[in-house]
């Protein structure tokens, strides 16, 4: 049994097998996801699990060097994207357009739903490095 940070096996699995520039995404219950992208739904039950909660656990094993968000976030989920920048803390972003980011979920290694029932709950990480 594994020991300690991520414990869903296929987030682990989809984090392990990602090199530099890979791409992975977090979103809320709404988020459309591409038919061709892996889907690792983790959506329970309203708000459970949260999206920030999510990238918290993410990010104790994923290196990354940017982020993508959806120019709209800052706007309309204010509270999210101040989570957001708390949690990522000194990372690259880069604001697309919602509709940019949706269509950016295609080249994702995978895409984890959460229970979030806010808008503009979403992200896409991009890998880095760790040396």
């Known amino acids: 049994?594994?020991?300690?940070?991520?414990?869903?096996?296929?987030?682990s699995?989809?984090?392990?097998?990602?090199?530099h520039t890979?791409?992975?995404g977090i979103g809320d219950c709404g988020l459309p996801i591409p038919d061709?992208?892996?889907?690792?739904?983790?959506a329970l039950v309203k708000d459970i699990p949260r999206f920030?909660?999510?990238?918290?656990a993410v990010l104790v094993?994923?290196?990354?060097?940017?982020?993508?968000l959806a120019k709209e976030t800052k706007d309309i989920n204010?509270?999210?994207?101040?989570?957001i920048l708390q949690v990522i803390g000194d990372v690259k972003i880069t604001e697309i357009s919602h509709e940019e980011l949706k269509e950016s979920l295609k080249a994702c290694k995978a895409v984890i739903r959460t229970g979030e029932q806010t808008p503009y709950a979403n992200i896409i990480l991009k890998?880095?490095?760790?040396?």
């Open 13 to 19: 699995d989809v984090i392990s097998k990602m090199g």
């Open 78 to 83: 204010p509270k999210v994207y101040d989570e």
């Open 22 to 24: 890979d791409t992975l």
């Open 127 to 131: 890998s880095g490095v760790v040396f």
């Open 1 to 11: 049994m594994k020991k300690t940070g991520l414990l869903n096996c296929h987030i």
């Open 36 to 42: 061709e992208t892996k889907r690792i739904d983790l």
């Open 61 to 68: 094993e994923h290196e990354i060097e940017e982020v993508l």
């Open 52 to 56: 920030i909660d999510v990238l918290k």
